[in-house]
């Protein structure tokens, strides 16, 4: 049955290595997700070279550009990202599987979107928070076989709140 590897970087650089260890690895580019709030508001249009916040807008992003940025170098999740707003949290950029589950969740948040994984509501809304506060979460759906050495990659590159669930089904 199929797992949920779920942690949370605090700098777009862990996640950025950690999720191309996973690549690197052999984890399946469709299975890896991230979201991370897009702070693109504080600072002008398109100027995000040489900065270290999540300054990232949808046309880099798209094209796998977003200079430095933790998902221009998940050109491969590309494919399934999105700019979305969720009440209370503001803009937020989502790649992977994760994308279409908070695109129809709007209204529940991160935490109501991050169900349909088996993450249970509280453990989601200290995702939502970590994410408030500018950390950036990534996930990555494997067989219970891989979830430790998941687990363990994301430890390696600074991952804390690292947890594992069950993936429930998707109604």
Do not use: C
Request: proline letters at 2%.
């Amino acid at each position: 049955m199929a797992k949920t590897v779920v942690g949370v970087f605090d700098s777009r650089d862990q996640a950025e290595n950690a999720v191309a260890e996973l690549r690197k690895s052999g984890y399946d580019t469709n299975e890896i997700s991230i979201v991370a709030k897009n702070q693109q508001e504080k600072q002008g249009a398109g100027d995000n070279q040489g900065d270290n916040t999540m300054g990232m807008d949808m046309g880099s992003l798209s094209s796998g550009t977003t200079t430095g940025g933790v998902l221009g170098g998940l050109a491969g999740l590309a494919m399934g990202a999105g700019a979305l707003a969720i009440p209370g949290l503001g803009p937020i950029i989502a790649a992977g599987p994760i994308a279409g589950l908070l695109s129809g969740a709007a209204t529940g948040g991160i935490a109501g979107g991050l169900i349909d994984w088996g993450i249970p509501e509280e453990q989601g809304r200290r995702y939502e928070n970590e994410i408030k506060k500018g950390g950036i979460l990534a996930a990555v759906r494997t067989e219970a076989q891989n979830v430790d050495d998941a687990a363990q990659i994301f430890r390696q590159y600074g991952a804390h709140d690292v947890n594992t669930h069950e993936k429930g089904s998707v109604g």
